[in-house]
């Protein structure tokens, strides 16, 4: 693939991504914040509005801000920096690779961006289950990152099963 229409791609993926993620977490803090959950489908679905100075469930929430400022916005910045410039000089992955590497990106950059403009914290609105058994509550870039994660790991694996096949 030439390097302008990897590019595009990687540039398209990031915009729909944080454009989308930031979009809803708007519409989330300015409909949900003052209000109770909502309960959809049976409560399979619950829209709700949090926010979340920790990781993933709330890990390192009750860390002192300094560190939370180190990890979570510098740390995170950098990661991210690097993933994008692997992303757009690796000529060696595939159309999924590029594509799954671009979506943990996308992610990774709505959750900075509101790090960045909510006081440290992730505003999260989404939350699944089925009777006692839900998820943690979560929010779109959170599923752009689950997505890339799981589309870079079973590309890969099937990259490496044709590698060891021939």
């Known amino acids: 693939m030439?390097?302008?229409?990897?590019?595009?791609?990687?540039?398209?993926?990031?915009?729909?991504c944080t454009g989308c993620d930031?979009?809803?977490?708007?519409?989330?803090?300015?409909?949900?914040?003052?209000?109770?959950?909502?309960?959809l489908l049976?409560?399979?679905?619950?829209?709700e509005y949090t926010e979340n100075p920790g990781a993933i469930l709330g890990l390192g929430a009750d860390l002192p801000s300094e560190i939370r400022l180190?990890?979570?916005?510098?740390?995170?910045?950098?990661?991210?920096?690097l993933t994008l410039v692997f992303t757009v000089k690796t000529y060696g992955l595939s159309l999924m690779q590029l594509v799954g590497l671009s979506l943990i990106a996308g992610g990774g950059i709505g959750n900075l961006l509101?790090?960045?403009?909510?006081?440290?914290?992730?505003?999260?609105?989404?939350?699944?289950?089925?009777?006692l058994f839900r998820t943690g509550i979560f929010n779109l870039a959170?599923?752009?990152?689950?997505?890339?994660?799981?589309?870079?790991?079973?590309?890969?694996?099937?990259?490496?099963?044709?590698?060891?096949a021939a």
């Open 2 to 16: 030439k390097r302008i229409h990897r590019l595009s791609l990687v540039v398209s993926i990031l915009i729909a």
């Open 22 to 39: 930031q979009m809803m977490k708007n519409i989330a803090k300015e409909s949900l914040a003052s209000s109770a959950p909502i309960s």
């Open 42 to 47: 049976n409560d399979s679905i619950r829209v």
């Open 70 to 81: 180190l990890f979570f916005i510098i740390f995170v910045g950098v990661v991210l920096t």
């Open 114 to 131: 509101d790090r960045l403009f909510n006081h440290g914290a992730v505003i999260d609105f989404v939350r699944l289950g089925l009777g």
């Open 142 to 164: 959170d599923v752009a990152i689950l997505i890339g994660v799981s589309t870079l790991l079973l590309f890969s694996a099937k990259g490496r099963a044709k590698t060891t």
